[in-house]
């Protein structure tokens, strides 16, 4: 089976701008999650969706949102980008309707300039 | 506030030695308990897990140990190879599993 995907894999954008980052899970897997890792924070939760739903979110601000597709994809977005948004983001998806075992993709590497 | 600490931030063990990675918790009501492992430029590898009904998983060479009175977990793997080094993190989940809360990491380093 192939892996979690993530698009793109790095990324560079202007404060102030907004971005959208693309996460393909496992197949079959209905649960996706994502993750902001910083070297000061380390890995935090940002959203899970399944079947289209959110059904958790983390703390962070309304600029950070996501959706999930009838096929499981998964887009983030961030919006009014700041500095401090400069991250590894993570997805991960899972196999049934509980998280546990969460398997990761890549990661995206933001960095706003 | 972390609810989910690895206090030591490096380790560095020899080949062949037993190398400890350590992880304490804070919430109660934390369920299941996961390992990570981590190299540079890539996403998170799970390890191996242990429910809160347990005490002690083993897979090969990684066991988790988790003394839920003590909220503390521990990854112990023997014997420790070169290509263990990267790094560790512990992470804990609620009932639902929604989400994943991690500690910040220990780096571990299996020198020859």
């Known amino acids: 089976k192939a892996g979690v995907t993530q698009t793109p894999r790095y990324l560079i954008k202007t404060r102030g701008q907004q971005v959208t980052l693309s996460c393909s899970p496992i197949?079959?897997?209905?649960?996706v999650s994502w993750y902001q890792q910083t070297p000061g924070q380390g890995l935090q939760f940002l959203f899970e969706?399944?079947?289209?739903?959110?059904?958790n979110k983390g703390n962070f601000p309304g600029r950070f949102s996501g959706r999930q597709f009838s096929n499981s994809r998964s887009e983030m977005n961030v919006s009014t980008l700041e500095l401090g948004d400069s991250a590894l983001y993570l997805c991960?998806?899972?196999?049934?309707?509980?998280?546990?075992?969460?398997?990761f993709g890549p990661g995206t590497r933001l960095t706003v300039t | 506030d972390q609810q989910v600490k690895q206090n030591s931030p490096s380790l560095s063990v020899q080949e062949g030695r037993i190398s400890i990675l350590n992880c304490d918790y804070t919430n109660s009501m934390f369920d299941y308990f996961l390992w990570y492992k981590k190299y540079p430029a890539e996403g998170p590898t799970f390890l191996i897990s242990i429910s809160s009904i347990k005490d002690k998983n083993e897979d090969g060479r990684f066991t988790v140990f988790l003394n839920k009175s003590a909220k503390h977990l521990s990854l112990h793997i023997v014997p420790s190879q070169p290509g263990d080094s990267a790094v560790y993190f512990c992470?804990?989940?609620?009932?639902?599993?929604?989400?994943?809360?991690f500690g910040k990491g220990t780096s571990l380093l299996v020198t020859p």
């Open positions: 969706y399944f079947s289209e739903t959110q059904r």
């Open positions: 991960a998806s899972s196999s049934w309707t509980g998280g546990y075992e969460q398997y």
């Open positions: 197949s079959g897997h209905r649960s």
């Open positions: 992470a804990a989940s609620g009932a639902l599993g929604y989400a994943l809360n």
